[in-house]
């Protein structure tokens, strides 16, 4: 049973189609022994990769891949790397549902287009930044 409805398949679907310019990988990180949701974050992945063909999707067990785990630097299940044609450190801890999902879905517009929506001062003043930070945004309805 799909977890998206209609309406709001055909509403994505054509939302990729108007966006998305580069291909866009979801790389699915889970655990077997301890990972809560993974089997509906599996399932959300699924549903959202068959929207577009500029979406593909891999899967990697942590325990059974450390190289992966590494590769991502992935710190803990679930996890899903949004990766374009390089790897810009985007990830999602967690399950992108109800105010979530739509988290997820701006990430694939973002990789995918190459935009992040900051104004070019912004830019220009991140440019500066000459050493490694690593950011992190929680976002949470309440």
Known sequence: MPLLNEQDTEFLRKDFNDKLKNNVRLI???SE??????????????????????????????????????????????AISIEGDMDYGVRYYGIPSGHEFMTLINGIINVSTKNTGLSEKTVEKLKEIIKPYNIQVFATPT
């Open 33 to 78: 022994g301890a990972c809560l949701y993974c089997k509906e974050i599996k399932d959300i992945l699924i549903e959202v990769s068959a929207l577009n063909d500029k979406i593909s999707l891999e899967e990697y067990d942590f325990d059974k891949n450390p190289d992966k785990v590494k590769q991502y630097s992935i710190k803990r299940t679930p």
């Open 28 to 30: 699915f990180f889970k």
